[in-house]
């Protein structure tokens, strides 16, 4: 059974700083693109950051450039997300990902086959 769990959201402040975790079972993480996306209210769902493990491929919304980075424990089976100098508008809820087809070539796909977590709240106030 897959199973994928986040946690560390929260509420801080304009250039704050939290760390996602995303505990996965089920899946080997080294075949695997896996993922954080966030969706706000009113907005559609945006990938954020996504590694592929097939080649170490690395992408990341250019809005989070410089600030956010993704990384992994392999042995943990653990995805996570540092996020730095948080803004308002990273408010949202984010998404623990992973590509439902393993050995993926290449860049992760922004969206389409992929299984979800729940969620987990950010919320920066400034």
């Known amino acids: 059974q897959v199973q994928l769990v986040e946690s560390g959201g929260g509420s801080v402040q304009d250039g704050g700083s939290l760390r996602l975790s995303c505990a996965a079972s089920g899946y080997t993480f080294s075949r695997r693109c896996m993922g954080w996306f966030r969706q706000a209210p009113g907005k559609e769902r945006e990938r954020v950051a996504t590694v592929n493990n097939v080649g170490a491929f690395t992408d990341y919304a250019t809005s989070v450039k410089g600030r956010f980075t993704i990384s992994q424990d392999n042995a943990k089976n653990t995805l996570y997300l540092q996020m730095n100098s948080l803004k308002p508008e990273d408010s949202a809820m984010y998404y623990c990902?992973?590509?439902?087809?393993?050995?993926?070539?290449?860049?992760?796909?922004?969206?389409?086959?992929?299984?979800w977590g729940q969620g987990t709240q950010v919320t920066v106030s400034s």
């Open positions: 990902a992973a590509y439902r087809v393993p050995d993926v070539w290449g860049r992760c796909p922004e969206g389409g086959n992929y299984d």
